[in-house]
Structures are given as C-alpha cells and as structure tokens.
C-alpha cells in the first residue's frame, strides 16, 4: 500500500489552470485549439475529447464492478451531444462550456469512487461527484468543523473535537499543535486521560503522524511519544482513538499506528488495481497488511474507535483497521465512503490520467503537452475482511449516534459529546 491523498485536497485551485491560460475557442466551429512556443497549433474537436475521456475512463476506473453507472449508455447518450456541439456554429462560447460542464457532470454523478475529482482546465471548472452527493443529502451531518465555535488558534479553526473533548481530560493530558504547514490548516493532536478513569484518549485530525512526528512542531513530537509511551501503562483500562473530521492523508500512518497495536502482521482486507485496457481487467484481490513497529507489543485492552461522516480516505482505513482487532467497537457516524487509494498512475495500470491532448510541442527547454482536463481518480480499490466494499458507501458504525450542534454546546456555557459519552460508557474505568 502506498500514499493516499485526501479529499479536502481536491478543492479546486485555479493555480493548477494557469498553464492552460492560453486556450482559445476557433471562430466557427466548436473547437479547441492552442498554440505552443513555436507557432505549431492543433485544434481537437469535442467529440475527440469525449472519445479520449470515456475511452480512458474504461482504462482507469478501478470500480466498474460495483458502480451501477452505465459507460456504455453514457456513451450512447452523450456522443451525439458532444457532437452537437462541433456541428453548430449558432451555439455561443459560453453556451459550449455550460454545456460540456454539465456533460461531464452528469456523466460522473454517480460515480462510486469517493475520491473522483474531474477538472475542466480551461474553464476553471471541477467537480467532486462524492461530496456533491453528500451536500445534496439532508441526512448527512455536515463537519462541525465549518461550523462549530472554536478554540483560539492562529486561524481560528480546529476541529471542535480539539476544544470539546480537551475538557474530559485530566490536567496531565498532551495538546500538540503544528502551525506551520499552512495558515488554515494546522494539524493538531490530543492524548491523556478522560477524567476520573484510566482510559487513555488519542485524536488527531490528520494522517500526517509519521511526518510530524520527525519534522513537525516539538508539542505535537510530546503528544506522540507521551501517547505511544501510555500504551504499556499496566494501569491502563481501555483506549480510544478519535479520527472523527479526519479527511486522511499518508497511508503509511497505518504502520505507524496501528502498527504499534500488534505484534505480528494484521490482515485487515483485500486491494487490487487494473492490468489490462478492458473495463473489467482487474489484478487478482491482494491482501492488505499492515505491519508491526519494532518494539511494540499486542495492545490486549478494549478499544473504541470514534470516527464520522467526514472521516475518510486513510483515516477510513485506519477506522477499519482497528475494527479487525479483537476488542475494538466502532461508535460514531457512517464514515466518508472513500477508501479507494490514490496513487500515481505510473505505479500502477489505473488511476488519474489527462484527456483531450490539444497540442505537443517543442519549447525552448522541453516538451510540452497540453490537455483538455484531467480526472484523479483512486488506482487501487480496497475490499475490508468481510467481503464488501465499501467505496462510495461509508464503514457502518456499531454504535451509530448521530450529533447535532446542539447536543454538543448546550445552554449556560456546558459542554457535551454524545458519541465520546458512549465510548467512555463502552470501557472499563
């Protein structure tokens, strides 16, 4: 297993369009074109660029054998749409874009991988179908963390767990805070022990713990070691583990985690990518081990893993991961529903890839291509223990309790969390 890249990373950042600034539209038909350095200019019609996509989309796509999206029907329905486009010279320019976008769209609306970004570079133009469902449902808990108050920080911005769950800790309990990765995206994490018990409590709200635990601040380094330090405290009755708002980051935290919970591999599901052009040529089901860190023991006490609607990618796996483990019982919310992973498309026969090749030339220092879009897109699918995927689903909790803001923050300035309530009444004290 390799990298995997979060979902909060897929916001759209116009930065990545600049390269792209140079597109024009041809005076009659429909088309793109661009020029490169040299002069040379190739035009490419929409029905080449809708060609390429869903050709590649039949390459890429690691989940056609659970998305119940019709590719053959899509491309039934949207060829001669995408055609139309080329043929009518009454249709405006910015008809065009509004109208390829919202192809597009609906092409992938319905896509199963919750990690699946499409852009449209030179209209500035992306979607991410996963979470457009997810905002489309009245169901779904939106993260507190855009709309809970918060706890003073440089930018005002943690996570409400971070200022909520601090106050059931005793005065011994470890609060590292790294400020320098971004100024709106801190990582922190919290370790010590709920009140009055010896339940240890550990939550972070990043898969970022190997690298900030050697190159981030010297508070969040403490909070680690004090945390991993605690895991062979004899007085120790049970533990939880907080990734509730966690949108993932390194796969390799897996081992670094959960890795110190055991003493010998853990088999906790299955990956497998593409090896072959057809849309259904899959690599055989691998297994997905995480292995021990070298003088760690079998953590042998309970535990309850807390993770919500806003937990995914690696943190997903990690909430997975330690459901495997003999006593460990999930409390919280279905989680995000992308576990797929993302990982460069050159490891593997599957994954992001660009589409609609405007022009190749020659600059004056190298070669250059330029494309009409680009899909990101998870190379590896995952399958858990129990046979199912999970992609586009979520990880169902045993305990599934529900928050809403004000179970959290209640009247006269008093504090609550249900679902950490439950977990404390699922532990030894």
Request: include cysteine; charge should be negative.
């Amino acid at each position: 297993m390799s990298r995997l890249i979060s979902r909060n990373n897929y916001r759209l950042s116009i930065s990545i369009f600049i390269f792209l600034s140079g597109f024009v539209l041809a005076s009659c038909h429909k088309e793109v074109t661009s020029t490169d350095q040299t002069g040379s200019a190739r035009t490419i019609s929409y029905t080449q660029i809708f060609e390429d996509f869903w050709s590649n989309m039949n390459k890429n796509y690691v989940f056609w054998e659970q998305d119940t999206t019709n590719w053959n029907k899509m491309h039934d329905t949207y060829a001669p749409l995408f055609a139309e486009l080329d043929k009518d010279s009454t249709i405006s320019y910015d008809s065009v874009n509004t109208l390829s976008n919202s192809y597009f769209q609906n092409m992938v609306s319905g896509l199963t991988d919750s990690h699946y970004f499409l852009a449209i570079y030179y209209t500035l133009y992306g979607v991410n179908p996963a979470q457009a469902r997810k905002l489309n449902n009245p169901l779904f808990i939106e993260n507190l963390f855009e709309t809970a108050p918060y706890s003073p920080s440089v930018d005002g911005k943690f996570h409400y767990t971070n200022y909520v769950d601090s106050l059931y800790l005793d005065d011994n309990k470890m609060i590292g805070i790294d400020t320098s990765i971004t100024v709106t995206d801190n990582f922190y994490t919290v370790a010590g022990y709920i009140q009055n018990t010896r339940i240890l409590y550990f939550a972070f709200n990043k898969c970022q713990l190997i690298t900030q635990y050697e190159q981030g601040d010297p508070t969040v380094k403490a909070t680690l070691s004090y945390f991993f330090k605690q895991l062979s405290n004899p007085a120790l009755t049970g533990l939880i583990i907080d990734v509730r708002g966690n949108s993932g980051g390194s796969v390799n935290d897996l081992n670094f985690l959960v890795g110190s919970l055991i003493s010998s591999p853990l088999h906790f599901g299955y990956s497998r990518s593409k090896n072959g052009a057809g849309r259904l040529d899959y690599t055989p089901w691998a297994n997905a081990i995480i292995n021990p860190r070298p003088g760690f023991s079998d953590f042998t006490k309970p535990i309850v893993v807390l993770a919500d609607g806003e937990t995914s990618s690696e943190a997903e796996l990690t909430t997975m991961a330690l459901k495997s483990l003999p006593k460990t019982t999930f409390v919280g919310d279905t989680t995000w529903g992308a576990n797929g992973q993302l990982i460069q498309n050159v490891d593997y026969n599957a994954g992001s890839f660009n589409f609609g090749n405007i022009v190749t030339g020659v600059s004056q220092s190298s070669s250059t291509t330029f494309y009409f879009g680009y899909a990101s897109a998870s190379s590896v699918a995952f399958k858990y223990l129990d046979g199912n995927v999970y992609e586009g689903k979520g990880f169902p909790p045993d305990y599934d309790i529900k928050v809403k803001l004000n179970q959290v923050f209640l009247p006269g300035n008093t504090i609550d969390d249900p679902q950490l309530d439950k977990a404390i009444s699922l532990l030894p004290k």
